[in-house]
């Protein structure tokens, strides 16, 4: 069933060499998702910042007043919540130093690119282990799909959430597969200054280290360098921990222990939402703990198997006495290492955010690790696998893998257009604070971050006129955190910017807010975007983001070709203003 982890036979088989056949068709396969990705990408990224996304222009404004230069490396490496996102501010930096302007879209690039760096490691991988390069297909499949939509369109998200998986599976494999200590110490640095979690690294680099000792000639040597990398590490701890304050004003929730292992399954099997059966949080509890007992099973059994060569390796470094006789399967210790990463990120996901609610551990950000845990799980199997379960492990899972794209990018196509239509109108309510078309802007943005042409601003007559057209009916709901908006009518009008916006206006001010257009399944759509959306929509404002007052609510419509309509409604609400807020939300 195993097949041997030693260096690839100079004479390959008659199936790899059928297999070899094909390296156009491979290639393919891996750029093909890395395209559509690419096209989804830039059909909707703009660049208005989204939460944290502000901390970083905050960062070049507070870096500029530095007039010392130890100043501005403290406002580099200060600390962001429970982070320090030095990595973050760095690629910022250079972006503001280069454009003369800080783009998020630049950032989302760059992390973007983060998968791609991802894919190249599992294609050296394959390619290590003898096997043709389209057996990294599924990977690409994987990685590039709209499921990871929230990271892939948020600035910050893209650098933090895509790197540091990058940089912490990078340090495990030059660890592995070779001995260039210096550049897995620089990953793993990057790893620490990009997210919190990337701490997991040092403790994980040690074990790898200490099980390959016995691969020196010389066990002084290893044991130096074993303890080099050990000082290292606890040098860059120390200067992450100097100063380092828990943050006061977060109000975490413990969950029980019952919670903790739904919510635990839940990150892991959170890919699994994309699948057109509801309630989502349920089948992503259920596939996570499928996953969850699948990488158990697979991690014991290896113990297992290896328990003699793991007590030999770990009593050679105390002792020389006794020399190990084996030498590790590099494939192993980097499968060791990701799932010990996975599984630790994940569990420090679930007791930080399930007391929240459950349905956030599922949200598009997280998604990354359930489905680097997939790709970990699969690469490792075609390369141990003899070649004929490789081949049946391929097949199954390039058709997994490409009947999930499909439908990710049905699935999550309301999220990634409800996303834009939140950043454009979150925009036009910073920019205009009147009743009139007048922008307003505080010279800190305007220097570092000016706004981007967006839909509104052809539309800003009929959004701050009078309107002659029937009104429409709207049913109103009140909330606990402001207004649920209710429609039957009103049809979808496109794909992008198109659709409808609701306008709430009061004698002082305008506020444009998004709307999530109702959609039938991908099934009853037949699998065509065009289709998917139907009439009526739904709309969640929330009172705190308005000035307290009261607004008449009218709903803007878009049509292609630079058409709108604005329509009264009937309905008024009342907000009574932004509350006082002595908790912060670090998500």
Same mark, same amino acid.
Request: aromatic share 16%; with cysteine.
């Given at each position: @069933? ?7 036979? %100079? ?5 790899? =060499? ?12 891996? +750029?093909?998702?890395? !395209? ?10 703009? %660049? ?11 960062? +070049? ?42 783009? &998020? ?22 390619? =290590? ?36 998986? +990058? ?9 592995? &597969? ?18 919190? $979690? ?6 994980? %680099?040690?074990?790898?280290?200490? +099980? ?26 120390? !200067? ?35 699948? *057109? ?20 099973? /697979? ?6 198997? &290896? ?6 390796? %770990? ?13 590790? *399967? ?37 998604? @990354?690790?359930?489905?680097? @845990? ?51 109108? $979150? ?77 709430? =206006? ?15 399944? /991908?099934? =009853? ?6 289709? !998917? ?33 604005? &329509? ?20």
């Amino acid at each position: @069933m195993f097949r041997s982890q030693s260096a690839p036979s %100079s004479s390959p088989t008659p199936r790899q =060499r059928s297999l070899g056949w094909f390296p156009l068709i491979g290639w393919l396969c891996l +750029l093909l998702p890395i !395209l559509f990705f690419g096209i989804s990408w830039y059909s909707y990224a703009i %660049s208005i910042p989204k939460w944290d996304d502000h901390a970083l222009r905050a960062f +070049l404004f507070y870096s500029d007043q530095e007039a010392s230069l130890t100043g501005k490396i403290y406002q580099l490496f200060r600390q962001h919540n429970e982070h320090r996102i030095v990595y973050d501010r760095l690629i910022t930096k250079l972006d503001y130093w280069l454009f003369n302007q800080l783009s &998020y879209t630049h950032l989302m690039v760059v992390g973007n690119l983060s998968l791609v760096g991802l894919l190249l490691l599992f294609i050296a991988i394959v390619h =290590r282990a003898g096997r043709p390069i389209l057996y990294a297909a599924p990977v690409s499949l994987l990685l590039f799909n709209l499921s990871q939509w929230e990271n892939m369109f948020w600035g910050m998200a893209a650098l933090q959430n895509f790197s540091i998986v +990058l940089w912490v599976l990078a340090t495990f494999y030059f660890l592995s &597969y070779t001995r260039q200590l210096g550049l897995a110490f620089m990953l793993a640095v990057l790893a620490t200054i990009t997210s919190g $979690n990337g701490l997991l690294v040092w403790p994980l %680099s040690i074990f790898i280290l200490a +099980l390959r000792l016995g691969d020196y000639p010389d066990r002084k040597r290893g044991i130096r360098q074993l303890i080099a990398w050990i000082a290292g590490s606890v040098f860059v701890l120390a !200067l992450y921990f100097t100063g380092f304050e828990k943050p006061v004003n977060i109000a975490y929730v413990q969950p029980g222990a019952i919670d903790l292992l739904k919510g635990w399954f839940a990150v892991m099997g959170a890919s699994a939402e994309a699948i *057109p059966v509801s309630p989502s949080l349920k089948v992503c509890v259920l596939i996570g703990g499928l996953l969850a007992l699948t990488t158990f099973v /697979i991690t014991l059994g290896t113990i297992v198997r &290896y328990w003699r060569s793991i007590k030999d390796s %770990s009593s050679y470094v105390f002792s020389s006495a006794h020399r190990p006789t084996h030498s590790w *399967p590099p494939i192993l210790l980097f499968f060791w290492s990701c799932i010990a990463f996975l599984v630790g990120t994940t569990l420090i996901v679930a007791w930080a955010r399930t007391g929240f609610g459950a349905d956030l551990l599922i949200t598009s950000r997280y998604k @990354m690790y359930s489905l680097t @845990m997939l790709a970990v799980l699969y690469v490792y199997l075609v390369v141990i696998l003899n070649n004929r379960l490789a081949i049946w492990t391929l097949v199954s899972g390039f058709i997994g893998s490409l009947g999930f794209v499909v439908i990710s990018y049905l699935t999550f196509l309301n999220e990634t257009i409800w996303w834009r239509h939140w950043l454009t109108t $979150n925009q036009f309510n910073w920019t205009y604070l009147t009743n009139k078309a007048d922008v307003t802007f505080d010279p800190i943005t305007q220097q570092y971050t000016p706004a981007v042409t967006a839909f509104y601003e052809s539309a800003l007559p009929v959004i701050f006129g009078t309107t002659q057209q029937s009104p429409i009916r709207l049913s109103v709901n009140k909330t606990a955190e402001g207004f649920s908006v209710y429609n039957t009518t009103m049809a979808s009008e496109g794909l992008k910017d198109e659709g409808n916006y609701l306008v709430a =206006r009061s004698s002082k001010r305008t506020y444009l807010f998004p709307v999530w257009q109702n959609q039938q399944s /991908i099934f =009853r759509a037949a699998f065509l975007p065009s289709r !998917l959306f139907v009439k009526g929509f739904k709309a969640d404002i929330t009172a705190s983001e308005m000035q307290p007052d009261t607004y008449q609510l009218f709903v803007l419509s878009v049509e292609p070709d630079n058409r709108y309509t604005l &329509y009264p409604t009937s309905q008024t609400i009342v907000s009574a203003g932004a509350p006082v807020v002595t908790d912060t939300k670090n998500w």
